[in-house]
Structure formats: C-alpha cells, structure tokens
C-alpha cells in the first residue's frame, strides 16, 4: 500500500525559510514523478514543482522558481521542498504526490496518482 507522509509544516514571519519533507512507502518509484501541490480554502489545489524519481529532472510552478527548490534523497526515500524568502500568500495546506511517468507531466491535481494528507503552511506578515 503506497503511503506519502508529509512533515515539516508550521508558523512562521514572512521572509522565513522552511523545509516540508515526504517520506514514500509502499513500492518503487523509479518510474514515478514525485510533486508538491498547495491549496487555500475555497481554491483549487496549485502545482508547486515536481521532480523525477529516477533523473531527477525538475520542474517549479514560474510564479515559485527562485523561492522554492525541490530534491529528493534516494537512501531515504524523501522528497523535500525547500521554501525562502516566504510571502504572506504562500499560506496553504501542502500535499505530496505522486505520478506514473507514463502519464505525462501534466500539473492538474488529476494528473497524480498519490496523495499525502497535507501538512499546513502558515506564514504571518
């Protein structure tokens, strides 16, 4: 049974840094594309960046490239998203995912196969 737990959440000043992790269970994901996505209340969930399990080749939302970096350790079988320099409107629940690559690199939430339950992001002005 495939399971992504989220950490690394909490409260913070604008301008902060903060590092969520991902840990993933349950099989290999060699041919998987591991993601974060973000929502607000009362909005659709945002592609924030993803990056291949295998090659390692990213890809970040434009509004976030800069600001948030996405890796992954391979002996530990975690995603990270590195976040800088946290604005305000960054405030969100943020979830892990997952998606075969044969899939495509599509961003909508419906392009991923597995999901986190979220871990909150809040960041005070």
């Known amino acids: 049974q495939v399971q992504l737990v989220e950490s690394g959440g909490g409260l913070l000043q604008a301008g902060g840094s903060l590092r969520l992790a991902c840990a993933a269970f349950g099989r290999s994901f060699g041919d998987y594309r591991m993601a974060w996505l973000r929502q607000v209340p009362g909005k659709e969930r945002e592609f924030v960046a993803s990056?291949?399990?295998?090659?390692?080749?990213?890809y970040y939302a434009d509004s976030l490239k800069g600001r948030f970096t996405i890796s992954r350790d391979y002996a530990k079988n975690t995603v990270y998203l590195q976040m800088n320099s946290l604005k305000p409107e960054d405030t969100a629940v943020y979830y892990c995912?997952?998606?075969?690559?044969?899939?495509?690199?599509?961003?909508?939430?419906?392009?991923?196969?597995?999901w986190g339950q979220g871990t909150q992001v809040t960041v005070s002005s």
């Open positions: 995912a997952a998606a075969r690559l044969v899939r495509g690199g599509g961003t909508s939430p419906e392009s991923f196969d597995y």
């Open positions: 990056i291949t399990w295998s090659g390692g080749s990213t």
